[in-house]
């Protein structure tokens, strides 16, 4: 059975998405089947793993060629490969029209795959709570069918509380709630945990947070800060030891470049981010 894990925090630009794809690239480098649910409108970590601006890249300029040297062939190749990037099947098609189907997308990363999104899963929250039917099990309908196909499921979650959240929270084993140190990240963390043990308690769910430190930086005040939010430890909250340090070109340029800091073995956070997923890997096994 696989193990779900949500990563969540209701603050915006905290390090969601740039763990989720590079926890969910580091447990597929070591061998596991792991699926990654974008499910966040702004669909960051689906244009990353998809790798979307090469493909429209590969496609206009095979198109052009196509079409101007005539050659069939050349078309029904380019027609095969559009259908397999045809990711039509998102996973707000799949929560509101049918909840059996579950297609998921292989990635640029082998043994990792995609469930995609795009803005219209804004929509989908409105849909589902005027929709009449267990609102709060859609998630879980979904990915109980394909639960079996891997060993992890992570999910990267939009910095909001809502229905679709509690979707999420219906069906995390656990949460890896990144938290970037900054000017209020102990509030931050504090209201973070708090809302999510808050809706864990209303649904009766047992569920365990892990605090993940983002774009920690080398001055004192980061260490102050870094303390207070260790004293975080117990059944609900358990932080995860290794941090991940701020280091702006690195990062930014791999975003840009729709690349994965975790392979880059020169960069200061892909090294963070392996001591991350080697010390989950041995929580989790
Ligand atoms: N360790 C790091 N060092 C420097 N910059 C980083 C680091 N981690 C993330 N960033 C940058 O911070 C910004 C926010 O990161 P990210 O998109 O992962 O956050 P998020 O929580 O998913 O945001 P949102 O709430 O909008 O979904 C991005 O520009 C990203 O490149
Ligand atoms: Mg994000």
């Keep these: 059975m696989s193990k779900v894990i949500a990563l969540l ?11 989720s794809i590079n926890i969910a690239t580091g447990f597929a480098n070591k061998g596991y089947n792991v699926l990654l649910i974008d499910f966040d409108p702004q669909a960051n970590s689906t244009d990353i793993l998809l790798d979307i601006k090469q493909e429209e890249v590969f496609i206009n300029n095979e198109v052009t060629e196509a079409i101007n040297s005539m050659d069939s062939d050349k078309l029904e190749e380019i027609l095969k490969h559009l259908n397999k990037y045809n990711y039509s099947e998102t996973f707000i098609d799949q929560m509101l029209f049918d909840a059996e189907l579950t297609k998921t997308y292989q990635t640029t990363v082998p043994n990792l795959h995609i469930i995609p999104s795009r803005l219209e899963l804004a929509k ?13 099990n ?6 109980k069918k394909i639960r079996g196909d891997y060993d992890y499921i992570f999910i990267d979650c939009p910095p909001i509380i809502n229905v679709l959240s509690t979707n999420v929270l219906n069906i995390a084993d656990e949460i890896i709630a990144p938290i970037k140190i900054d000017r209020g990240a102990e509030k931050g963390l504090i209201m973070t945990i708090q809302q999510l043990i808050g809706i864990a308690t209303s649904y009766d769910l047992d569920i365990l ?3 993940l430190f ?38 930014n ?23 991350v997923v080697d010390y989950l890997d041995k929580e989790w096994n």
């Design 124 to 136: 989908a929250e409105k849909e589902i709570r005027n929709g009449d039917t267990a609102v709060h």
């Design 9 to 19: 925090n209701m603050k915006g630009g905290v390090g969601k998405t740039t763990s």
């Design 138 to 143: 859609r998630l879980k309908r979904v990915v």
């Design 253 to 275: 340029k791999a975003s840009f470049e729709n690349e994965l800091i975790i392979n880059n073995n020169k960069a200061n956070v892909g090294q963070d981010y392996r001591n």
């Design 214 to 251: 983002t774009m920690v930086t080398n001055n004192n005040q980061s260490k102050e800060r870094l303390q207070v939010l260790n004293t975080f430890n117990n059944d609900i909250v358990k932080p995860i030891v290794p941090k991940i340090r701020f280091q702006d070109k690195p990062v």
């Design 209 to 211: 947070i892990r605090p």
